[in-house]
């Protein structure tokens, strides 16, 4: 007969099983009472623990909704505004339901140099938010006569232009007597359009690129003008997880704000 | 000679008082998220007045000033009228202060504008 001795220093590993056997089988665990309670009880706190979580989804996905609401709110305001107040003109793009507008977006200006040039060129210092492009920018420039829009047909840089700042380049314009003095501003030829739940703009004849997250409600949004030139803008924001409409917002500004 | 040992666990009462305390704090979360989403109605009330603020004052600045005014918005009333800091002030104030006593609401915006001044204009 084997006699094994608890507690042996010599055997570690039989010392771990026989614990644990004893262990279970003193283990007193619950009574079918105590178990059923604590199920019922554990049961009730999880499906308050499941609700509490479809509330807090529900609440997040308002409060994400509103975010990009918001975001596309004050961007759509700020472009709009720029491109309206700053820019050549405004006008509705026909035939497009109130979502669309013509506008000559401002993209910078240029200082005339009193260099000598070819007929239709004028040398520029130019400052701006980018450079001009001939493909979709046209001119405002002084004439003898007041002011004139022009197309922008040729832009090379040149090493020599006028004043402390800017850029000298050689404009090429549609224009034969070109001033050689004065302050010339360029435009971008583009719409601004609310399509697809979002602000897009095209320039020139390119596709409609989204400005601002598809947040919008299709039918409480729109853009136009009326007859006294305001540029009205209005911004529905749509339920979360349908498409009622919940809330307008309602812009109005003009080309001719001073600011 | 064996020894008897006992296993150290969880009782039924712990157990129960650890899930009451997650529940506790599963709540805090909600409350959380409940006070953002009160947070965020309120920006979007702000952003209604500043909007309302601004049509009335591209308004003036464009069109010019013709005497003092109000309008009734979703987001509250916006009236415009002379101040003694500016030459025109323009206030929005939530709907509800319709019924209540004049200024016992805060307004939720506040605009001066100089409609005289004479900035450059757009070009064309």
């Excluded at chain 1, 492009?133 to 040149?158: F, Q, W």
């Amino acid at each position: 007969m084997t006699t094994v001795t608890v507690g042996s220093s010599r055997c570690p590993s039989i010392r771990s099983v026989d614990s644990i056997l004893r262990s279970l089988v003193s283990r007193g665990g619950f009574s079918l009472l105590e178990a059923t309670i604590s199920i019922v009880v554990s049961l009730l706190i999880l499906h308050m623990a499941f609700r509490a979580l479809g509330t807090e989804r529900r609440m997040f996905l308002a409060i994400e909704s509103r975010g990009a609401f918001l975001e596309t709110l004050r961007v759509t305001r700020a472009v709009v505004g720029r491109e309206v107040r700053g820019g050549g003109s405004v006008a509705p793009v026909p035939d497009s339901g109130g979502d669309s507008l013509a506008v000559r977006g401002y993209r910078g200006w240029a200082q005339l140099c009193p260099v000598p040039s070819r007929p239709g060129e004028v040398v520029v210092s130019r400052v701006g938010l980018r450079a001009p492009n001939p493909d979709k920018d046209s001119v405002l420039i002084p004439t003898l006569g007041g002011v004139a829009v022009v197309p922008l047909l040729r832009v090379v840089s040149e090493t020599v232009g006028c004043g402390s700042m800017g850029v000298p380049e050689r404009w090429t314009l549609g224009l034969s007597a070109v001033p050689d003095s004065g302050i010339a501003r360029y435009f971008e030829r583009g719409s601004l359009h609310i399509v697809n739940e979002a602000l897009r703009y095209r320039r020139g004849a390119g596709g409609r690129q989204p400005l601002t997250p598809a947040v919008l409600h299709a039918g409480g949004s729109g853009l136009g003008t009326d007859a006294s030139g305001a540029v009205h803008l209005r911004l529905g924001m749509r339920a979360v997880e349908d498409t009622a409409l919940m809330m307008v917002w309602e812009w109005s500004t003009w080309p001719k704000v001073r600011r | 000679m064996t020894t008897q040992t006992t296993r150290a666990g969880f009782s039924l009462v712990d157990v129960l008082v650890a899930l009451i305390l997650f529940e506790v704090g599963l709540m805090s979360v909600l409350g959380l998220t409940s006070a953002a989403t009160r947070l965020s109605d309120s920006a979007l009330r702000l952003e209604g007045a500043l909007t309302v603020g601004e049509s009335v004052a591209d308004s003036l600045l464009s069109v010019g000033y013709s005497g003092p005014g109000s309008r009734i918005t979703p987001f509250g009333v916006v009236r415009w009228g002379p101040s003694s800091e500016a030459p025109v002030e323009i206030l929005v104030t939530p709907i509800g202060s319709l019924d209540g006593e004049p200024g016992d609401t805060v307004p939720l915006l506040r605009l001066l504008v100089d409609p005289t001044w004479a900035g450059s204009g757009g070009p064309g």
